[in-house]
């Protein structure tokens, strides 16, 4: 009874410990959280195969009417090599055993009572990974649940050494292997299985079968490509469907229509071309003069000083007189135009020290606008003249500054 439940206690923590492991990944799901699944890409023959060894422990499990016949527990060895055709479904070829030891109390035709007897099986077993099954395919999964039956030979002897006596019987069973990724090519496994064979390989008061448990702890080394390309989308079947002679020749009279269209098209292109080719060698920012269909390029020299206006006791430019300002120093100034910039304040109002401080903010504000327009604050020359100097003969007229190229 002890054999059973240590086997049995192996088999059930595998498989929480892999349901824990692919149930709570999130590797393998779209953006609405669901699993993603196939189709697959087939892979060349060569690829998705392993090798595998390991090492571990034989157990014989005898009928419970009689617990005293059960064997003791013995060495194990694995060597396996196989493929997977698909993400869930594989096939392996291999050997276990080893020795184990006999625990009945009386000699049988195969084994001796308290004697260590040769065991080994040559087998074929069906792999289907249920982790790749239920939580979709994903290659950097840790743990992978891998049930799968098996088949075989089985010889069970005193000779330790395989296959030396006629002894022979078929066996089979199944098994639950543990597949840990450590890296693309190497894995860890843990392989719990349980074969059937019949009971006077034993001994011939055993009953009818047999039960042979197994553990076995070894290294899987993956051979060949070792992942699976997802088809990335489905090419659609088109069918052809033929035209009827309604439908042909309506599609030729449009070709014939578009294509008349076109020329048309063509003509008027080049009639714009001829009228633009005098405008090919013009130059942004030139001034030219246009006469007899011939562009001449002349030199703008710097107009007269603009004048931009103030009301009384204020240095704010007007909406109107901001806007004039910009205007003129969008079309004029740039980073090497030198400017002279003077502010004037009327004498009829006002101290002449205020009026020598409206003149001299009345001055800055102007100043400042032309420098956000890119003039340059080393170019400028700035002079308030308080109330001074007086342009003009009315009041309202000498509340002004002037702006001047030089």
Not at 48 to 60: D, E, K, L, R, S
Not at 93 to 99: K, P, T
Not at 216 to 233: E, F, I, P, Y
């Amino acid at each position: 009874m002890k054999g059973i439940k240590f086997f049995g206690a192996l088999a059930i923590a595998s498989l929480l410990f892999s349901a824990n492991a692919f149930a709570q990944e999130n590797h393998n799901r779209d953006e609405n959280g669901k699993i993603v699944h196939g189709p697959y890409e087939t892979n060349h023959a060569g690829d998705n195969m392993f090798i595998g060894i390991g090492a571990g422990i034989n157990g014989v499990v005898g009928p419970i009417r009689d617990p005293k016949q059960w064997g003791n527990i013995g060495l194990a060895a694995d060597l396996n090599f196989g493929k997977w055709f698909t993400p869930t479904i594989g096939m392996r070829l291999g050997y276990h055993g080893l020795w184990n030891n006999s625990k009945v109390a009386f000699t049988s035709p195969a084994v001796a009572a308290g004697n260590k007897f040769g065991f080994h099986y040559l087998h074929a077993d069906f792999l289907w990974n249920i982790s790749h099954t239920i939580a979709g395919y994903n290659e950097l999964r840790f743990w992978n649940f891998v049930p799968y039956v098996t088949m075989g030979v089985l010889d069970i002897s005193e000779n330790i050494n395989p296959f030396q006596k006629a002894n022979l019987e078929y066996a089979a069973g199944a098994g639950l292997l543990n597949v840990l990724r450590v890296s693309k090519r190497i894995n860890i496994t843990l392989d719990l299985k349980a074969l059937v064979g019949k009971a006077h390989a034993y001994t011939p008061n055993a009953g009818r079968f047999i039960l042979y448990p197994s553990a076995a702890l070894g290294l899987q080394v993956n051979l060949g490509k070792t992942n699976w390309d997802r088809h990335s989308s489905i090419t659609p079947v088109v069918i052809p469907v033929p035209f009827t002679t309604e439908q042909y020749n309506a599609l030729k009279d449009k070709v014939a229509a578009l294509e008349k269209e076109n020329a048309a098209l063509k003509d008027k292109v080049a009639a714009l071309e001829n009228e633009l080719a005098p405008f090919r060698n013009l130059q942004n920012g030139q001034t030219y003069l246009y006469e007899n269909g011939t562009f001449t390029a002349v030199e703008m020299k710097a107009g007269a000083p603009i004048t931009l206006y103030f009301d009384c006791g204020s240095a704010k430019l007007s909406d109107r007189e901001k806007a004039h300002l910009e205007y003129f120093a969008q079309n004029v100034v740039n980073g090497d135009t030198k400017l002279a910039v003077n502010g004037y304040a009327d004498k009829q109002t006002g101290s002449a020290k205020r009026n020598q401080q409206l003149s001299e903010q009345r001055a800055k504000a102007v100043v400042d606008v032309l420098k956000a327009a890119g003039a340059n604050e080393a170019n400028i020359e700035c002079i308030a003249h308080g109330a001074d100097v007086q342009l003009f003969d009315a009041a309202a007229k000498n509340r002004v500054v002037t702006v001047e190229v030089k």
